[in-house]
């Protein structure tokens, strides 16, 4: 088979800047080891997220230019609106600044004390949205999902019989809504099948609870049921996105992935009376209705940059660039996910760094020894994102700790992909030299961002 080749041309660059090994010990030192603390410019290749790091195409930075600013009822937000109904078929539309918006308006209008949310795996800012309103945020993965050697299609799947003993556990009533997260971001990027999607709304709609979806990669998650799943194979991605859409009765999305966009996220949902309460609440912190916090021109770059993040050949481009890095590392011997997920190549930090207990964060020690010996800038999803203690404040690690190499959309090239190599291969060879950490200063919430460690 011929190589897959980037699906555009480059016509804009962006220098980088690859400062020295000595200036990087000194700049991570001042950051208190934590890579979040580093300016931007110091990190030659930046993979601490996927998430509103894409490159827009010649066609968004065109429709930039036809942004209707206006404050109700734009041009711009109907352009928005009808894209966002073509791909999921929802009754109601809002649009959001970013998807921890859409999640936060949300839990705020349906969550009360004591409410319980099941979800394959949330992610943190949806787990800190729904807790910080009262609710106990459950994860209820598939096996396949928490083995990282497993080549299993749809990781990311919902265990569905652990669901139904979620369900009844809790009751019916302790449950606004169930979610489903595709592609699966903290279990490894993974996606969940279309099979595993209408078995967790059949078992959702037997006891009358909503499904809301959080589509933030939706695109990449239609891409791998094309791939991998019976009876999609050559179906358009926008069919098999509105199938997905059909299942549920709301979703949250965060544009910043699959929309292809800087900025942005939506809250769309079928009941009135979730539209009206939302509507309120959207009023109150994010905007006006049609624009929910968004430039006009926002809007119009998101309506092409949803349509892009659906064209096949993107998608294929995107997937090849995981493959390549994940297979590289993997004939080398070091401990990555597999198969590849769809934004991010992940590292098993717990077997890569064998000789760190998981409360001394061999994710972290594996991201600072990234950034020391190549400044690579990935992210730890693990025990200190978690962050998770029992009752009587004892700290609890996490199943699996791995580290994160997410890739901006339509960014880096392949050079890039074998530096990256590279540097983790030098890494694993000499892993035993690099030391587990303790955490000095940290927040109540979400505190992965802010941290404070110091070497053991
Ligand atoms: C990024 C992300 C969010 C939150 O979106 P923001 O735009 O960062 O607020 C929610 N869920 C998942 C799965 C995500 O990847």
Same mark, same amino acid.
């Given at each position: ?23 990087? =010990?000194?700049?991570? %030192? ?13 990190? /030659? ?11 827009? #195409? /010649? ?14 009822? &734009?041009?711009?937000?109907? $352009?928005?609106? #009808? ?28 969550? %009360?004390? !004591? ?20 609710? $106990?945020?459950?994860?209820? *993965? ?32 302790? =449950? ?27 078992? @959702? ?7 809301? =979806? ?11 049921? #094309? ?9 358009? @991605? ?20 699959? !929309? @292809? ?101 061999? !994710?972290? &020690? ?31 690690? #996490? ?5 994160? *190499? ?18 983790? =291969? ?5 892993? !035993? ?7 000095? $200063? ?11 460690? %110091?070497? %053991?």
């Amino acid at each position: 088979m011929r190589t897959i080749i980037e699906p555009f041309r480059i016509k804009m660059t962006e220098p980088i800047n690859l400062i020295s090994k000595e200036e990087r =010990i000194e700049k991570l %030192k001042k950051a208190h080891n934590n890579v979040f603390f580093l300016d931007a410019e110091d990190c /030659a290749i930046d993979l601490l997220t996927d998430s509103g790091t894409g490159a827009m #195409s /010649a066609q968004q930075w065109a429709a930039l230019m036809l942004g209707d600013e206006s404050y109700a009822g &734009s041009k711009s937000w109907k $352009k928005f609106e #009808s894209t966002v109904r073509n791909i999921t078929n929802f009754k109601h539309i809002f649009p959001t600044h970013q998807g921890r918006a859409a999640e936060g308006l949300l839990a705020m209008t349906r969550i %009360k004390d !004591g409410d319980v949310v099941p979800n394959n795996s949330h992610f943190d800012t949806t787990r800190a949205n729904l807790e910080f309103s009262g609710a $106990k945020a459950i994860n209820l *993965l598939c096996e396949d999902g928490l083995n990282t050697e497993s080549d299993a299609p749809f990781k990311g799947n919902m265990d569905i019989k652990k669901l139904e003993q979620c369900i009844a556990k809790y009751g019916a009533d302790k =449950i606004p809504f169930g979610m489903i997260t595709i592609t699966n971001n903290t279990g490894g990027g993974q996606p969940v099948s279309m099979e595993n999607i209408r078995a967790t709304k059949e078992m @959702l709609s037997a006891h009358k609870i909503p499904l809301v =979806i959080d589509a933030c990669r939706f695109a990449e998650n239609s891409y791998f049921i #094309s791939e991998r799943e019976e009876g999609y194979k050559g179906k358009p @991605l926008i069919e098999i996105a509105q199938e997905i859409f059909s299942y549920a009765d709301a979703a949250t999305m965060s544009l910043k992935k699959d !929309g @292809l966009v800087n900025i942005g996220g939506f809250f769309v949902c079928n009941n009135n009376d979730w539209a009206e309460d939302f509507k309120n609440m959207l009023i109150l912190r994010e905007g006006f209705p049609t624009y929910g916090g968004l430039a006009g021109r926002d809007l119009e770059a998101i309506s092409v940059g949803l349509m892009e993040a659906l064209d096949l050949d993107y998608q294929k481009y995107r997937n090849a660039t995981m493959r390549y890095l994940n297979k590289k590392l993997d004939e080398s011997g070091v401990p990555v996910i597999k198969p590849n997920g769809g934004h991010a190549v992940f590292l098993d930090a717990k077997k890569f760094m064998k000789h760190i207990p998981s409360l001394e964060y061999p !994710g972290i &020690s594996l991201i600072n020894a990234l950034y020391i010996e190549g400044a690579i800038r990935a992210v730890e999803i693990g025990s200190v994102m978690f962050g998770s203690f029992d009752k009587d404040g004892n700290e609890i690690a #996490s199943d699996l700790e791995l580290v994160r *190499l997410a890739f901006p959309r339509r960014v880096y090239t392949q050079s890039h992909f074998d530096y990256l190599a590279e540097v983790i =291969i030098e890494v694993w060879k000499k892993r !035993g030299q690099y030391k587990g950490l303790i955490i000095t $200063k940290q927040a109540k919430v979400l505190r992965h961002f802010s941290c404070h460690f %110091k070497s %053991k």
